[in-house]
């Protein structure tokens, strides 16, 4: 929530030692000399199982996180919170960045999941799972992101979420990179002020300059528009209080518990999640769809979805298979995604045009391959 560090890290999991030393002598030998011995004199001091386990591979990180890794394997970015901190707020992270155990890491790249996360909706439910630390609140994870009931949104709300959720984190990483002097923290200080009724004329001075240099109207407005679109995904009105979200989401909740008791998974990344924890008979569908996303909502992956006739959901499809993909397509294989296949190719090539006139998305190989823009 403040500003980066700049710390580099020596980041040695999926290696030996010989490996190590083989191909990073240098390194090797910085931490033979700085770690080495430092582990072994806890060993020493201590004699626990995981001080001999971290004696023993002593080259690694005591908690290597070998869970999250594949989790984050694959993506060019993934989505993560402070776990305690004033104002709960979600941000795209580079994949070259290691999250700390400060970090809570969700294991997505889709703007959609980062947008529903960002949402009014998520943060009151929150607020209500999560405990505190003095003043602050906590996100902990098996209360506040395990039971969270996504909405079952169609394409046409989840592209709508992912435009303003990229806007947001945009927004957010331009001002920061403009103005050394702002921090998460202090743009989001300012923006509670707003929305507790304070006039940007009534702002103390160096709240006018944060107000200013953070562009915190227009972070204001686009939080208010990912309010609106995910609380339209629920199908909910969007001034709800916050006593009636947190009753309408125990009883969604409740209700996906029943669906899951029944078989019925809503999956968020089905690609990643149904080979590791599906059921026989949705790896064998995954299989069949070669391994594509599924809608979202699905309780389990199906047959391609045909392309539709309509203009406004031929868009949101066709962001919708981009936003999923593991990197540029062209118009074919963004095609190859529908039931009609390549007959529909110069139809989605005009709408992959349209949308990078539009600047939603970026064109590569002389204008052959898209993918969607992404903040970070």
Known sequence: MARPRGVLVIDLFGLDADQVRGQFPEVYQHILTTVKSEREAQYQKSATKDAEGYARLWWLFGKPRQELRPTLDGLSRFIATVETAKHRVFQ????MILPDNMLVAIGSDDAYTLGVLSSRIHITWTTAQGG???DRPRYTKSQCFDPFPFPAANDLQKQRIRVVAEDLDAHRKRVLGDHSHLTLTSIYNVR???RAGVAPDALEPAERRIFDDGLVLILKELHDRLDAAVADAYGWPTDLADE??????VALNKERAK???RGQVRWLRPE???PRFGTAKEKAELDLVGGGMAA???AAVGPKPSYPADDIAQTAAVMSALAVAAGPMDAVVVASTFRQGRRVAPKVGAVLAALARMGFVASSDGGRTFQLRRAA
């Open 92 to 95: 795209f992270l580079d994949a």
């Open 132 to 134: 505190t630390l003095e």
């Open 192 to 194: 509670e002020k707003l």
């Open 244 to 249: 009636e979200i947190l009753a309408r989401l």
């Open 259 to 261: 669906e899951e008791a």
């Open 272 to 274: 990643y999640q149904i």
């Open 296 to 298: 979202e909502g699905a």
